[in-house]
């Protein structure tokens, strides 16, 4: 399927790793020049370097985009930009009783100021062409949280409010902003640690072993597989095309069918 990507300019913030990284792979594979962030520089060009030597179009940009200098220098960096994927985020481990109001305060820039920082600074541009994609990347946990971690999953719902209001002030302007919220992703970091506990509870030491044990006591689906990043890169890619003109305002999850279990 041809995406109608070629000559689009899309920049993914926190691209220089993880899901971040598969979405840039993704975008520049779909003929968008691609550019790829991150906090040091040489991170950031070591991923648009690999996407360069597959063929396809990528620059590096770098940032502290949780502060609004940093967010001003990549904005300024990375020029006129047609698609922003406000991907960047952490997920630091916390609990009601062990964090304190530094912990939520930094979630916030974290996770919800560094994507209002970029998409204030860029969808001015996107105004002015008629034309433009602004894609969340959230969490299930936005609309499911856990007692857990509950500043990253206030945060990450913040973006879920956010995205409806940026919807409605950008009706009628030719952007689309939309939510795509992942569950679970088998990310390399992902793996590494639910094979260690494989190993100590006897699960085995191969994921194809271990994965039916992590699905059953950690997180079930319906889909029997936790999803790679490019699963999820594909889906953010889809909403940032210009086939996906009739998508705006939606919280996207892609998560094998797990909220379903618990609703």
Excluded: C
């Amino acid at each position: 399927m041809d995406l109608k990507l070629n000559g689009k300019r899309a920049l993914v913030s926190g691209s220089h790793r993880g899901t971040g990284r598969a979405i840039a792979h993704a975008l520049a594979r779909e003929g968008a020049e691609t550019i790829v962030h991150g906090f040091e520089h040489d991170a950031a060009e070591a991923v648009a370097a690999e996407i360069r030597a597959k063929g396809f179009a990528a620059s590096a940009v770098a940032g502290d985009i949780t502060t609004d200098t940093g967010a001003a220098d990549v904005v300024s960096a990375a020029g006129e930009v047609d698609i922003l994927i406000n991907n960047y985020g952490t997920a630091d481990a916390g609990s009601w009783t062990r964090t304190e109001t530094a912990d939520w305060i930094d979630a916030y820039q974290k996770n919800v100021l560094s994507a209002v920082r970029l998409t204030r600074g860029l969808m001015g541009g996107m105004k002015q062409r008629g034309w433009g994609r602004i894609v969340m990347l959230g969490t299930i946990g936005s609309t499911e949280p856990a007692a857990r971690m509950p500043h990253y999953y206030a945060s990450k719902g913040a973006l879920a409010t956010m995205t409806v209001s940026l919807a409605k002030e950008l009706a009628g302007t030719g952007i689309t902003v939309n939510l795509v919220s992942p569950g679970l992703i088998r990310t390399k970091e992902v793996e590494e640690r639910f094979l260690a506990q494989g190993r100590e509870r006897g699960w085995g030491t191969t994921w194809e072993e271990v994965e039916p044990h992590v699905l059953k006591n950690f997180m079930g689906n319906l889909t029997g597989h936790i999803p790679v990043p490019e699963e999820i890169a594909d889906l953010v890619v889809f909403v940032a095309s210009p086939l996906a003109s009739a998508i705006h305002a939606l919280n996207m999850r892609i998560d094998g069918g797990s909220t379903a279990l618990v609703t």
